[in-house]
């Protein structure tokens, strides 16, 4: 039977035989570790908001004739885009977290249109193997994990030419079965908490780079993985005794850095196979998806905004003009951001595969406000909270017989308000803009799907100024022979193009 439920979700990971290294020890059974299960619940979450609203999150699929959950869906429409883009939201706002699936999703539809037309030039059969790839695990209901990071070593150097040719993921070894894999894949999101994962090239290759331009499907506890987990800023809290200094008790991300030793890969989980000129159109795709996909930060943002506003009431100054002035700075920033990952799903393009596509350049200004916002809305949050969030004592020091009624006659805010609940929320506060889940809000929002300078790059390159200055020099009445500069983007193509009914 298919997985239906968050609760079914997490049984399907119980018995697995992963090698998963914590605090320098084997982890024996990852979904009962008290740091790792938040993350799972994460995910949990996207199968029961599936469940509970079908229109939002379990789209129809072609591929399979089934309901599928939508992280798994190939987008047949803009509006499939869009409602990615809403579901992502509404998660976002549901678990205060990373969510872990929108990787592997993003993953999918790119290798939807690249193996298309690796086919279209090769004549290999990289599109069909995709296909029934993806009919199995919507039929099953797994979670995909997407692998593109690698480690990278000398950034100045390719592939090939780094000193340990491990350095980036590369075939060692072929058989008439499939080929095997060894390197390593960094900052994997929910990687632990996936069935599959999906391993992808991470930049340009040449044709001295062919033996790293490999894309594979391999179980997540295959033989020859090891992952080691990554610390989060106070992470040991959900270790510890009671639930309120955690601030987010139930829902967490999750990264870790993952190893591939002479991992197999059959043939038919195979998606590309050397087609190195292929790779840089992989990973622009997949970054013009992901970088989208980051209005899942809204959702976050939307429970920060909340929180700042519930502390604000506690605190009894919830009508002070400077203080609804920065909540009006914060949604606008908020909203700044869905508005451009939103956007650019409505303006999307249909691939030669069926696929569609958003557009690549607001994809890009979504991501970039991702890497800047954030951090200012939630210094904004830390200045409406005040400095309790990095002062306040412990839950046992609550709980203590003398220790605990002091606090509770010294720390309390407005009439009428429960100190416990001002310090929950002050603890949120915290969770999210200084612990365990700023990595999914702030620093993931400043790295994940390219830094910086990487939208800045796609940005440039499709700002098409010849077309604008020719714009202004026309209205100047600018007499010299129009700019031939040729350009380089298509965004202005489809800015204007009219929508079909």
């Known amino acids: 039977m298919p997985i239906r439920t968050g609760q079914e979700y997490i049984q399907s990971l ?35 908001l599936a469940a509970r609203e079908e229109q939002l999150a379990s789209p129809m699929s072609k591929i399979s004739g089934k309901h599928v959950n939508r992280f798994l869906h190939i987008a047949e429409s803009a509006q499939d885009l869009v409602l990615q883009n809403k579901m992502q939201r509404k998660l976002g706002q549901l678990t205060g977290t990373c969510f872990q699936r929108c990787v592997g999703m993003d993953a999918l539809n790119s290798l939807h249109s690249t193996t298309f037309e690796i086919d279209e030039k090769h004549h290999t059969s990289y599109h069909k193997k995709l296909l029934e790839f993806i009919k199995q695990m919507q039929e ?78 391999i179980p997540a506890d295959a033989p020859g993985i090891t992952y080691i987990y990554g610390r989060q800023s106070c992470d040991t809290r959900s270790m510890e005794e009671g639930d309120i200094d955690a601030g987010n008790s139930k829902f967490a991300g999750q990264e870790a850095l993952m190893i591939l030793d002479d991992v197999f890969i ?63 700075e914060m949604t606008h920033l908020n909203e700044s951001i869905y508005a451009a990952g939103i956007a ?57 017989p003398v220790a605990g009624p002091l606090l509770k006659k010294y720390l309390a805010g407005r009439k009428g308000i429960d100190v416990e609940n001002r310090v929950r929320i002050l603890r949120l506060i915290e969770n999210m803009t200084l612990g365990r889940n700023a990595v ?62």
């Open 344 to 400: 650019s799903s409505y303006q999307a393009q249909e691939m030669k595969s069926g696929v569609w596509l958003n557009d690549d350049m607001l994809a890009n200004v979504c991501k970039h406000n991702v890497t800047r916002f954030p951090y200012e809305i939630s210094r904004l949050a830390q200045d409406i909270a005040g400095g309790l969030v990095v002062t306040m004592p412990s839950e046992q020091d609550f709980r203590h």
């Open 14 to 48: 119980r018995g697995r035989k992963l090698t998963v290294y914590l605090f320098g020890e084997l982890v024996k059974d990852p979904v009962d570790h008290p740091m790792i299960r938040p993350s799972i619940n994460a995910v949990a979450e996207t199968y029961d």
């Open 266 to 328: 059959p043939n038919d989980k195979i998606f590309m196979d050397g087609e190195y000129e292929f790779a840089a159109m992989l990973v622009e795709r997949f970054t013009c998806y992901h970088r989208r996909s980051y209005v899942c930060k809204t959702g976050l943002g939307d429970v920060l905004i909340g929180a700042s506003a519930a502390i604000s009431d506690y605190n009894g100054i919830p009508d002070v003009s400077h203080i609804r002035d920065k909540l009006v």
């Open 140 to 217: 099953e209901n797994f979670v995909i994990g997407g692998a593109m990071t690698d480690v990278k070593g000398d950034r100045g150097k390719a592939p090939h030419e780094q000193a340990d040719p491990d350095l980036f993921l590369r075939i060692t070894k072929r058989t008439k079965d499939g080929v095997y894999v060894k390197g390593a894949k960094a900052h994997q999101t929910g990687c632990i908490n996936s069935h599959w994962i999906i391993v992808m090239p991470t930049m340009r290759l040449t044709e001295k780079d062919k033996d790293y331009a490999i894309v594979g499907a």
């Open 440 to 501: 999914g809000y702030l620093t993931e929002s400043m790295h994940g799907a390219g830094s910086p300078q990487a939208q800045r790059i796609q940005i440039a390159r499709q700002m098409q100024l010849g077309y604008k200055k020719n714009l202004a020099k026309s209205l100047a009445n600018v007499k010299e022979n129009a700019d031939e500069t040729p350009e380089n983007s298509d965004y202005f193509k489809r800015v204007f193009k009219i929508p079909q009914k």
